[in-house]
């Protein structure tokens, strides 16, 4: 039986799709799906990561909802979360002024877009000293005559660290990703919108929350889920650097739990109940974002 010259086509391409896919299929059933089930089966078990695991069921979640430390690591997580509003409005009215030819835009843009270049592990370097209780800001203020400038460490308390911690990540380092981000969204704007605002009569705020956020309302919601992502699945290099989750547990969240008692603890089995719990986490994110994804493309 022959098949037509245009099916034959079309079987051919699809072929060559196949075979140009499959490396990275197997890369990604190799790296991602295996481990990610290896880590469901691990949380059924008591492991050490040496000894052969013991199968005990769903003790470990168990053990992990009865746990105080679970509970403070959502707590903190749901903290991080309120700072998203902020860390998205943020770089977008930053974006939407360097947009409209702020004198000096790109030394602002630069400086912006420098925490997001040194990383989270070397910015919690360098704020670990810039914070501390014999860091400069403590001395400027002692210079300055300022009463009790000993006692004015963020990190030293839990509701300022938790409080500090969000900020510095959410706002703070996302911030040049944001503006860069914004930018690139808003160039894409039709110019006449603008235009016909002028010849309405609309103001700066009034072309901002008319004209510029109903024109990258995708944009928008794609920054929010990412930033989402970030804060449940991103901070470890942040917090391991600047607080270890402390003071007590006031910068605990589950991705740092996770390290603590894998590799600290030894208790991989329930580290890795820990992990299935952000995994479930990062899948319902996820799917709000490809539900965002597709709801823009049918625009």
């Given at each position: 039986?022959?098949?037509?010259?245009?099916?034959?086509?079309?079987?051919?391409?699809?072929?060559?799709?196949?075979?140009?896919?499959?490396?990275?299929?197997?890369?990604?059933?190799?790296?991602?799906?295996?481990?990610?089930?290896?880590?469901?089966?691990?949380?059924?078990?008591?492991?050490?990561?040496?000894?052969?695991?013991?199968?005990?069921?769903?003790?470990?979640?168990?053990?992990?909802?009865?746990?105080?430390?679970?509970?403070?690591?959502?707590?903190?997580?749901?903290?991080?979360?309120?700072?998203?509003?902020?860390?998205?409005?943020?770089?977008?009215?930053?974006?939407?002024?360097?947009?409209?030819?702020?004198?000096?835009?790109?030394?602002?843009?630069?400086?912006?877009?420098?925490?997001?270049?040194?990383?989270?592990?070397?910015?919690?370097?360098?704020?670990?000293?810039?914070?501390?209780?014999?860091?400069?800001?403590?001395?400027?203020?002692?210079?300055?005559?300022?009463?009790?400038?000993?006692?004015?460490?963020?990190?030293?308390?839990?509701?300022?660290?938790?409080?500090?911690?969000?900020?510095?990540?959410?706002?703070?380092?996302?911030?040049?990703?944001?503006?860069?981000?914004?930018?690139?969204?808003?160039?894409?704007?039709?110019?006449?919108?603008?235009?016909?605002?002028?010849?309405?009569?609309?103001?700066?705020?009034?072309?901002?929350?008319?004209?510029?956020?109903?024109?990258?309302?995708?944009?928008?919601?794609?920054?929010?889920?990412?930033?989402?992502?970030?804060?449940?699945?991103?901070?470890?290099?942040?917090?391991?650097?600047?607080?270890?989750?402390?003071?007590?547990?006031?910068?605990?969240?589950?991705?740092?739990?996770?390290?603590?008692?894998?590799?600290?603890?030894?208790?991989?089995?329930?580290?890795?109940?820990?992990?299935?719990?952000?995994?479930?986490?990062?899948?319902?994110?996820?799917?709000?974002?490809?539900?965002l994804i597709r709801k823009g493309g049918m625009k």
């Amino acid at each position: 039986m022959q098949f037509p010259k245009r099916k034959r086509s079309c079987m051919d391409e699809t072929l060559d799709a196949w075979i140009l896919i499959l490396p990275l299929l197997l890369l990604m059933a190799l790296f991602t799906a295996l481990p990610t089930l290896s880590n469901f089966y691990y949380s059924l078990t008591k492991w050490n990561g040496i000894s052969k695991p013991e199968f005990i069921g769903f003790e470990n979640y168990f053990r992990m909802f009865a746990d105080s430390r679970f509970l403070v690591s959502l707590k903190n997580l749901g903290i991080m979360v309120l700072y998203i509003p902020l860390g998205v409005f943020v770089p977008l009215l930053i974006a939407s002024l360097l947009r409209g030819g702020l004198p000096g835009w790109g030394v602002f843009r630069s400086i912006f877009y420098l925490p997001n270049i040194l990383g989270p592990v070397l910015l919690g370097i360098l704020y670990s000293v810039i914070f501390s209780q014999i860091g400069p800001i403590t001395e400027i203020l002692k210079r300055l005559g300022i009463p009790g400038a000993e006692s004015f460490y963020l990190f030293g308390k839990s509701l300022s660290a938790v409080n500090a911690m969000a900020f510095l990540f959410v706002i703070w380092i996302r911030l040049g990703f944001g503006c860069i981000y914004f930018l690139s969204a808003m160039s894409n704007i039709d110019a006449s919108l603008y235009d016909a605002a002028d010849v309405d009569g609309a103001n700066g705020p009034q072309k901002f929350f008319h004209v510029t956020i109903p024109s990258i309302v995708f944009s928008i919601q794609f920054c929010t889920v990412l930033a989402f992502i970030e804060v449940f699945a991103r901070m470890y290099g942040l917090i391991f650097t600047l607080t270890r989750g402390g003071p007590g547990y006031a910068t605990y969240t589950l991705e740092f739990a996770i390290y603590n008692l894998s590799f600290r603890a030894m208790q991989k089995g329930y580290a890795s109940a820990w992990a299935v719990a952000l995994f479930f986490f990062c899948a319902i994110i996820a799917l709000i974002q490809i539900r965002l994804i597709r709801k823009g493309g049918m625009k």
